[in-house]
C-alpha cells in the first residue's frame, strides 16, 4: 500500500503545472523566516527530485529555493534591526525569549558572531531565529548576512542533491519499500498465525 499511496503523490506532483510547481516551492522557501514551521528544507528536496522526475535543472531549481529563503531571511534582518527595542518589548518576543535570557544570548552573539550565525543556520528550530536575534543585538550586516547565506548555500546544495539522488533512484527505492513492506507483511502474518 505504501508504494501505491507514493506512486499518487509522487504521480499527483509530477502532473502540476511546471510554473505552479516553481512558484509554491519559491513561496515555502521563502516563508521559513517569516513563519518557521513552513517546511522549507521538504520544499528545497522535493524541488530537487521534481526537477529530475519532470527533465527540469534541480540546480536551477535549488537555486531558486535559496535565493527566495535569502531574500527573505534578509528582510527579515533589517525589519528586526530597524524596530530592536519595539522586537524586544512585544509580547509575543518576551514569551519567546524571557528577558532573563536575553543578556545571554547577547553575551553569545558578541562572542561567536558570524561563526555562531553560521553554525546556527544548520540547526532546526533555530535557523529562521538566528537573524532575527542578531539583528536586536546589533550583530552588523556583514557579521550577519554573509555567513548565514554560506551556511544557506551549502545546506541547500545538500538538499538539491538529495532530492536529486532521490529522483533518480526513485524507481529502485519505490520497488526496495515494496520488497521490505512484503517481507513484513509476511513476517507480520506469520507471527500473528502462530500466535492464534
Given at each position: 500500500?505504501?508504494?501505491?499511496?507514493?506512486?499518487?503523490?509522487?504521480?499527483?506532483?509530477?502532473?502540476?503545472?511546471?510554473?505552479?510547481?516553481?512558484?509554491?516551492?519559491v513561496?515555502?522557501?521563502?516563508?521559513?523566516?517569516?513563519?518557521?514551521?513552513?517546511?522549507?528544507?521538504?520544499?528545497?528536496?522535493?524541488?530537487?527530485?521534481?526537477?529530475?522526475?519532470?527533465?527540469?535543472?534541480?540546480?536551477?531549481?535549488?537555486?531558486?529555493?535559496?535565493?527566495?529563503?535569502q531574500?527573505?531571511?534578509?528582510?527579515?534582518?533589517?525589519?528586526?534591526?530597524?524596530?530592536?527595542?519595539?522586537?524586544?518589548?512585544?509580547?509575543?518576543?518576551?514569551?519567546?525569549?524571557?528577558e532573563?535570557?536575553?543578556?545571554?544570548?547577547?553575551?553569545n552573539?558578541?562572542?561567536?558572531?558570524?561563526?555562531?550565525?553560521?553554525?546556527?543556520r544548520?540547526l532546526?528550530?533555530?535557523?529562521?531565529a538566528?537573524?532575527?536575534?542578531?539583528?536586536?543585538?546589533?550583530?552588523?550586516?556583514?557579521?550577519?548576512?554573509?555567513?548565514?547565506a554560506?551556511?544557506?548555500?551549502?545546506?541547500?546544495?545538500a538538499?538539491t542533491?538529495?532530492?536529486?539522488?532521490?529522483?533518480?533512484?526513485?524507481?529502485?527505492?519505490?520497488?526496495?519499500?515494496?520488497?521490505?513492506?512484503?517481507?513484513?507483511?509476511?513476517?507480520?502474518l506469520?507471527?500473528?498465525?502462530?500466535?492464534?
Amino acid at each position: 500500500r505504501i508504494p501505491v499511496a507514493m506512486d499518487t503523490i509522487v504521480d499527483f506532483i509530477l502532473a502540476q503545472d511546471p510554473l505552479l510547481v516553481i512558484f509554491l516551492l519559491v513561496l515555502l522557501s521563502a516563508l521559513e523566516n517569516v513563519f518557521p514551521p513552513v517546511p522549507a528544507d521538504v520544499a528545497a528536496a522535493l524541488g530537487a527530485f521534481w526537477a529530475v522526475r519532470t527533465g527540469h535543472s534541480p540546480v536551477w531549481i535549488g537555486f531558486l529555493c535559496f535565493a527566495a529563503n535569502q531574500a527573505s531571511a534578509i528582510a527579515v534582518y533589517y525589519w528586526v534591526r530597524a524596530r530592536g527595542e519595539a522586537v524586544l518589548r512585544s509580547p509575543v518576543f518576551r514569551s519567546l525569549m524571557p528577558e532573563e535570557i536575553q543578556p545571554l544570548i547577547e553575551r553569545n552573539i558578541d562572542r561567536f558572531g558570524g561563526l555562531g550565525v553560521f553554525v546556527s543556520r544548520f540547526l532546526p528550530g533555530l535557523r529562521a531565529a538566528v537573524l532575527p536575534f542578531a539583528a536586536i543585538h546589533r550583530l552588523s550586516p556583514a557579521r550577519t548576512l554573509f555567513p548565514a547565506a554560506a551556511a544557506s548555500l551549502l545546506w541547500y546544495a545538500a538538499l538539491t542533491i538529495a532530492g536529486s539522488a532521490l529522483g533518480l533512484a526513485y524507481d529502485e527505492v519505490k520497488a526496495t519499500v515494496a520488497r521490505v513492506t512484503g517481507a513484513l507483511g509476511v513476517v507480520g502474518l506469520t507471527i500473528a498465525a502462530i500466535g492464534l
